[in-house]
């Protein structure tokens, strides 16, 4: 944990590390930044050399793009000219006055004029005597820079960055391997429904952890190499240029990138918050009461799905808003007009209110979940997809039926929390009702105290006893009580046993008479 810790801090330090302003003499770029406009039109921008800013121009907004070019290209055909002479020739930069403007020159060659603008409400003798103590201290140190000495001396600099950026790597690299081998442990229990389903969150948050911190990782790895790389191109006044190709080609490309992949972080850990939320609550018991525990894994897949839609939609939103801010866009306006928007949307779509405070009723109040049974206004079926939109039926026959919230107005339910096999049967009149009433209640225990049909029966069945009398002889009638959607399988198998108990009984069940 501690080399984690100390990876962690120094891809920070390597992260916020100071680097130079980086603006290369390249001139298919120019100009690079905005500049910023004043209220009487004069804007202002650097002039660079070697990746460093030098001293500001200023023009008005129409002259000013021809200027700032002009400047920055006499500085690089003089820097060139003069960096490029082998012989140790004096640097000479004057001032000069022509037409009532100083005029500086650079080993005799024009440089630049510099204006009222330049100076704003300043001297522009002064300020031209300033630009020529930093032109002359920049070029010198620019032609220091290329000595072999100097090379040889940030070359060194540049491996041990590179030794730093291995280490660093390296111990990221095996604390996640350390973290990946010793997983948290969790305990698995078959003890009750509740502590399984607890468990099952337990595990979907420690695989939404899991992949946070993967990413994370992820992130630090190429933190350090980047950072350390973008380094290593500033030390030398060779490479400074791919410093600024980088700021200039990947810049809004990172910024996205960045957004992304922080909402994507955000998204799985607030999954992980959810999954921790309703696994201990699944635990303390605040859900349940005794005859609920069947139903917890419905409500809780119901609940953890429809929050973490929710958390999705908020998490997607507010990294497209950080993607806006940080590419300089004014996002007021926009979230102003959004509101606007939103408040004309609403008016124009009631229903969907509707069917959002609805879905919202259905799922707190727990009318039904994923995985029940219910009919709705006749139609019927599994209910296969649930949000605060719409509910999605699968009935008997496949079909995939979609009712909109705001339309459940009655909704049988017949999953929940238990379910009845409710079953009649009719026996001739001419037979012992007593008989029959035994061999019923005879064939229920039987299939009650068996291992495989005790799990799906949930108490002893009841028999009713002679339910009415009927066109074709005695209704008689049962109940049998048993767990959520088995109560189907259990009336199936009890017909078969009570059909194969009445024939050996000789007790016949009376056919219409069209069907003779």
Known sequence: MRFYVLAIIGAILISIAPTSKIRAEIPFLYPLPTPAESDNKIISDWIYLDGRRLFAIAAPKNNFPERFQSVQQNLQEISHNYLETTTSKELKVQVRVSRDLPVIYIN??????????????????????????????????????????????????????????????????????????????????????????????????????????????????????????????????????????????AQIPLRFGLAALGTYVAVRFTYALIDHFTSTIVSSGMLLTPESSQRLQLRVSTFSGVTKGISTIICIGAGILMALVSLGVDVLPLLAGAGLIGVALSLASQNLIKDAINGFLII????????????????????????????????????????PNSEIKVVANLSNRWSRADMSFVVSYQTDVDEVLKLMEKVASDMYSESLWEQQIMEAPTVLGVDNFGEYGLVVRIWIKTKPLKQWDVAREYRRRLKIALEEAGINIPVPFFLK
């Open 108 to 249: 005799d060659q024009y440089l630049m004029s510099v204006t009222s603008e330049d100076a704003k409400q300043g001297d522009q003798l002064t300020l031209a005597s300033h630009l020529v103590d930093t032109l002359r201290n920049s070029l010198e140190q620019a032609k220091k820079e290329r000595q072999t000495q100097f090379l040889s001396e940030q070359a060194k600099v540049a491996a041990a960055y590179l030794i730093i950026m291995v280490i660093m790597s390296l111990g990221l690299r095996l604390c996640q391997l350390r973290l990946i081998k010793f997983p948290q442990k969790i305990i698995l229990s078959n003890s009750s429904e509740t502590e399984r389903i607890a468990t099952k969150l337990q595990q979907q948050q420690q695989l939404n952890l899991q992949e946070v911190r993967k990413r994370l990782f992820q992130l630090l790895q190429a933190s350090i190499w980047l950072s350390g790389s973008f380094l290593i191109l500033g030390l030398f006044p060779y490479t400074r240029l791919f410093q600024l190709v980088i700021l200039t080609i």
């Open 364 to 403: 707190i109040e727990d009318q039904y979940a994923l995985g029940d049974v219910i009919t709705v206004d006749g139609v019927g079926g599994l209910v296969e997809n649930l949000n605060l939109r719409m509910t999605q039926l699968r009935d008997a026959e496949g079909r995939l039926i979609t009712i």
